[in-house]
Every structure is written in C-alpha cells, then in structure tokens.
C-alpha cells in the first residue's frame, strides 16, 4: 500500500526568502512522486514528477524537490518565494509496476507569502 | 494548449434532485477520472476509466452516484437523487494511460452545492 504524509498543513514565508515543503512518503515499489499545485478556485496543476531517473527534479516557476530514497522524502523546495507562489501544494505518490496505478493524495500544504 | 474542461463550473441544486456533471479529456488521453475534493477527506478517488471501460469505481457511493464515458470525448457524473453531503468540488483529470509514472491533467474542476 502506498500513502503520503506532508508534515505542514501551512506555511508561512516572506516575499523573497526559501520556501521547503515537506513531504514523506511510503511505497512497496519503486515509486513515481509528483507535486502538484492548487490556486484558489482553481484546478490542480502538475509542478513536476519523479519517475526514477535523476534524484534531483526541477519543475516550473522555479520548483523543484529531491527524492531521497534513504529517507522516503520528495521535498520540494524553492530558493526565493513569490506573492504568485500563495497556493495549496499536494505531494503525490503512485507506486504499481503492474496493473493499473492510481495516484495517493496528500492532505495539501498551504503556503503563504507575506510582503 | 490542450485541458480537460468541466461543465457546469459551478452548480446549486435542492436536495433530491439529478445533477449532472461533465468532462471533456484531453484528446489522445484513454485514461479519465473523477474524484471529490472537501475540506474534511481532501482529494478522493471515485472512479476510473481506460479506453472508455470503467476500471474502478469503489470510491464512489453505487446507491446515488453514476459515472459513464458515451464517448471518448464525454465523461458524465451523475447523483441521483443529492443530498446536502454530496457538496464538494468535483474534479476529471484526464491521462496517456495508468501507468506508475503517467501524469493525470486536471480540469478546473465543478463546485456543487446542494442546499
């Protein structure tokens, strides 16, 4: 079985500095991760995936987050936070190799940026 | 640019009556989903298709809820009758297939509110 624990339910950053989220996850196969992000009223936008090639994976608007295997982590990180960053963020794992693979949600982190 | 798209966006309806939702998946895309959003369970799975044949729908209540794929450009979601508890926001993600490491594409998603 597979599930997903985003250890903030919020965060709160200033316009300019880090951003790290973080998310733990547990898998009995080689894991694909996702991040994806929610904007007010609005759908679920894929900021990037892990899918077992390079540990280190960059998405858009400056995202990116680093699978750590040894530590069942994927937390995404971000080295200067945007007043267009505010969201909700949901880590995702999906982990059949066979069959047909659903995808766990977790229960979100929402990020907020203060001027 | 293609997107899943959703109709209605929003939508407000008396308890027991039919309410009808609807999403057009990426063309290309033989995977769709449907699942709920509250503020209490988070992101839930309610059902799934590949190549228009359902493959799970064990997340949905099978009393009140229908999910159909007519067509390879039209999914339906169906409550019959609804009731307050059924309000939510309710999202199709359309994807190239239900593999580990597929990306799910959101649409904006159906806001329902059953009075």
């Known amino acids: 079985a597979q599930s997903v624990t985003q250890l903030d339910s919020h965060v709160s950053v200033s316009e300019g500095t880090p951003v790290l989220l973080r998310c733990n996850y547990s898998?009995?196969?080689?894991?694909?991760l996702f991040w994806y992000v929610q904007h007010p009223n609005k759908g679920l936008q894929l900021l990037l995936k892990y899918t077992s090639a390079a540990t280190l994976v960059k998405g858009i608007n400056g995202f990116e987050a680093e699978f750590k295997k040894s530590e069942t982590s994927f937390h995404l990180t971000k080295p200067s936070a945007h007043m267009s960053d505010a969201a909700e963020y949901f880590c995702v794992v999906s982990d059949r190799d066979s069959g047909y693979s659903t995808l766990t949600f977790g229960k979100g982190t929402m990020l907020l940026v203060s001027p | 640019d293609a997107r899943v798209t959703q109709t209605p966006r929003d939508k407000v309806t008396e308890m027991g009556q039919e309410v009808t939702m609807r999403c057009q998946p990426i063309l290309g895309h033989n995977t769709v989903f449907w699942y709920r959003q509250t503020m209490m369970q988070g992101l839930e799975l309610l059902a799934y298709f590949r190549n228009r044949a359902p493959l799970d729908d064990s997340g949905m209540p099978k009393d009140r809820f229908s999910a159909e794929m007519p067509d390879a450009t039209l999914a339906t979601l169906k409550i019959q009758p609804s009731e307050p508890r059924d309000s939510a926001v309710y999202f199709c993600?359309?994807?190239?297939?239900?593999?580990?490491?597929?990306?799910?594409?959101f649409g904006p998603g159906t806001r329902l509110t059953v009075l």
């Open positions: 898998s009995s196969y080689s894991p694909s």
């Open positions: 993600a359309s994807g190239p297939g239900t593999g580990r490491t597929d990306t799910q594409y």
